[in-house]
């Protein structure tokens, strides 16, 4: 069905009719098409939206990447999200995030969060790549050159990871997240030695009582050879009761940590005030976050010092830049996430994040292998521990989607990694 009025429905093509909204844009330039684009160039599924215009040239990217349900946020944004914003002026970038928000009416989490980003994140690259701009100066523009960077040392033993954490500081980091091994399963981030409870149900377990004996031995070691001017940082990964992750931040105080991050599953994190409120260490929390309300109680109820927030789960920039103005005024800071399962665009949104903000706190940086910068060009890059962000027009990353397709993505590699993460006794923890 289609209309001449401001308040017609137009036809997207793909047979679903969209309410167009009652303004009339002085331009005629329009969302010609959307969908998604899943590649894995390290084996990890990234998802990435393309938003093209009708502007010959004219297109916009954006991280959609929920690597543990690729494909169906691959759907969502093909079947049911694009279809909303073809034929939409893509300056209207409030209003068509409002509008895929509302749409599904069941609101929020991961799958429609990163459906969303996708396309909140493209239509931001288009208004820098139209204004001629990097999106930071959309943005405010920059509160610092650039960002210090966190990465990640692990091992299986105590001086692996030390050693490891030594490479990392001669590459110009002086920030530094410590995770090392144990018997059966190890522990997150670290291997594991298999057979490590040779008289339990589950040999290769993972056992609490134990994790928390060898963790602050871990940061005692690393005091001792790493010296007092280094940020230490440690990840729980959600696998301690709220009495045990104050247990462990307290054990951890003498070694002056920068953050502990997700001490407690999301299941609990009604009682994150209390654990903060008794921890010595700073609470980083925020990955697991599905939809910007959840993110709103984290630092409106005194739940975290700082704000890890995985920013395609809660909508994309959009969403992000709202929470961080909130953080700001009530005294959080950033730590956003970002291993290798965030693609190189969701990068450059973070980077365009930490640079402009006042709350900025802390950046994980991952290293993308080659494959990685053949399919993305333009992928960020850390020199001395630092990452800035592009000063081309947009995010400045593109998408090489020849490249792309020589990279298919493998289905459950993340679901047989969490089915084994069980006790000794066998009973599962959450991953």
Request: proline share 8%.
């Amino acid at each position: 069905m289609t209309g001449s009025g401001p308040n017609a429905l137009l036809d997207s093509g793909g047979g679903l009719p969209q309410a167009l909204p009652p303004w009339h844009r002085p331009d005629g330039l329009r969302v010609t098409a959307v969908r998604a684009v899943v590649t894995a160039p390290e084996g990890l599924p990234l998802v990435v939206v393309r938003v093209d215009t009708s502007e010959p040239g004219l297109y916009g990217l954006g991280c959609a990447t929920f690597t543990q349900r690729y494909a169906a946020v691959a759907a969502a944004v093909d079947e049911h999200v694009g279809p909303l914003v073809v034929g939409r002026n893509p300056a209207d970038i409030e209003d068509i995030t409002r509008l895929v928000h509302y749409s599904s009416y069941w609101r929020g989490g991961p799958v429609l969060g990163n459906a969303l980003s996708g396309i909140d994140q493209a239509l931001w690259d288009i208004a820098g790549k139209r204004a001629g701009m990097p999106v930071y100066e959309l943005l405010g523009g920059r509160s610092r050159a650039a960002v210090e960077v966190y990465s990640h040392a692990a091992g299986a033993t105590v001086q692996e990871t030390l050693e490891q954490a030594e490479a990392l500081l001669e590459q110009g980091y002086r920030h530094v997240r410590l995770q090392v091994g144990g018997p059966g399963l190890g522990t997150y981030g670290a291997p594991g030695t298999r057979g490590g409870y040779p008289r339990s149900p589950h040999p290769d377990g993972w056992d609490t009582a134990q994790y928390l004996r060898a963790t602050p031995r871990l940061f005692e070691a690393a005091r001792a050879r790493l010296g007092e001017d280094v940020s230490l940082m440690h990840d729980v990964h959600s696998r301690l009761t709220p009495k045990q992750a104050v247990v462990l931040a307290r054990a951890l105080e003498p070694y002056a940590l920068s953050f502990l991050e997700d001490v407690i599953a999301p299941e609990f994190y009604d009682l994150l005030p209390e654990v903060r409120a008794a921890s010595p260490v700073p609470i980083a929390v925020g990955e697991q976050i599905g939809n910007v309300t959840d993110a709103v109680r984290l630092i409106r109820d005194g739940g975290i010092d700082l704000l890890r927030l995985h920013t395609s789960a809660i909508g994309g920039l959009t969403p992000t830049r709202k929470l961080v103005a909130l953080a700001e005024l009530l005294g959080v800071r950033t730590a956003f996430h970002s291993p290798g399962d965030i693609s190189p665009v969701g990068v450059a949104a973070n980077l365009a994040v930490d640079v402009s903000t006042p709350a900025f706190g802390y950046q994980e940086a991952h290293t993308y292998n080659e494959a990685t910068h053949e399919v993305f060009p333009g992928t960020p890059m850390v020199r001395d521990g630092h990452l800035a962000p592009s000063d081309a027009p947009g995010w400045g990353v593109d998408l090489d989607e020849r490249a792309a397709a020589r990279y298919a993505p493998v289905k459950f590699l993340h679901e047989r990694w969490a089915a084994g993460v069980r006790h000794p006794d066998g009973g599962l923890d959450a991953p």
